[in-house]
């Protein structure tokens, strides 16, 4: 068995300096608002912890030692949150979309049997989002694309994402949601809430609108994976199903709102046996992935033993730690 780990990331420091070139002012307002939500002792901690991991998040043999370490054959590679930049204009954005995949697919071209790339779109544009889909799965031969749980204006339900995830059904492409920031902003600007719950509640927010606006039932092929298990919303899903039954604004998807859960594939990192356990029985065994949010420090440091050790059946074992993330691959990219 290749045991597979979806949720790891790369940095482009490169690319962070160059977008601070072109955008100056863009950088330094989007560098107040990261502060403003997530506030100074969190900071002061992040930039540390961060900068230790550098060499894992950039050199290729950094991360193949280190995933030795963990027992894990291969990584979904994705570019780090803090590159979505989702305050760009639409040429500067276009242009990181476009540099994002063409340094995630020179990361893993350097080990090629223990990586796959996940590339960027400019999710705040969505008139250009086709093109920077078939740049990353036809022209950088990536995997599939990282997309937050939204940009600006854009939810994940806005009519105009209607071609992208025609797109991304067509090519049977990864959409990996994986959010960055939280509306919340200054209500979780300590304790590093802006983690905790911040992303729980993004990964909800945005795992809903795909549900309640209908897009699963547009688009039934769509091959989605929920960063952090999903957030809170598998474990509080019986609210939406009521919801669904009871108003008709709640309304707008085709069955109830659990039903769409087997439709989606969840992540591990949810830091606890118990939560780990529910989201199977959810979801369904087939839908639940390694993730390890490598190398981050709110990532587990043994992501393989953790679900080794949760007492499942060596069969649901066996395809959280490869098995469901194969079959996932297993739809051919149409050009």
Known sequence: MTITDVHAHVLLPGLQEEV?????????????????????????????????????LTDVRERLAAMDAQGVDRQWVSPSPSHFYPWAGEQLAVWIAAEANRLVADHVAQAPERMLGLGLVPL?????????????????????????????????????LEPFWSRAEELGAIVFLHPFGCSLDERLDRYYLANTVGQPVENAVALSHLIFAGVLDRHPDLKIVAAHGGGYLPTS???????????????????????????????????????????????????VVLGSDFPFDMGPDDPVGFVRGAG????????????NAAALLETKVNA
């Not at 950088?27 to 002792?41: K, S």
């Not at 669904?244 to 606890?272: K, N």
């Not at 499942?312 to 098995?323: E, P, S």
Request: with cysteine; hydrophobic share 40%.
């Open 20 to 56: 601070r070139r072109r955008d100056p002012d863009g950088f330094a307002a989007a560098e107040a608002l990261d502060l403003r939500r997530n506030g100074a002792a969190s900071q002061a901690v992040s930039g540390p912890m961060v900068g230790a991991r550098i060499p894992k």
């Open 124 to 160: 705040q544009h969505p008139s250009r989002i086709l093109e920077c889909v078939d740049d990353a799965v036809l022209g950088r031969g990536l995997t599939g694309i990282e997309i937050s749980s939204f940009a600006g204006s854009v939810e994940l339900s806005d009519e105009r």
């Open 237 to 287: 899903i019986g609210c939406s199903d009521h919801a669904w039954r009871v108003r008709p604004d709640a309304h707008g998807c085709a069955h109830e709102p659990s039903s769409y859960l087997r439709r989606i594939w969840f992540d591990t990192v949810v830091h606890d046996r118990a939560v780990l356990a529910h989201l199977i029985e959810v979801t369904g065994p087939s839908q």
């Open 312 to 323: 499942l059946a060596d069969q649901v074992v066996a395809g959280i730690l490869g098995g």
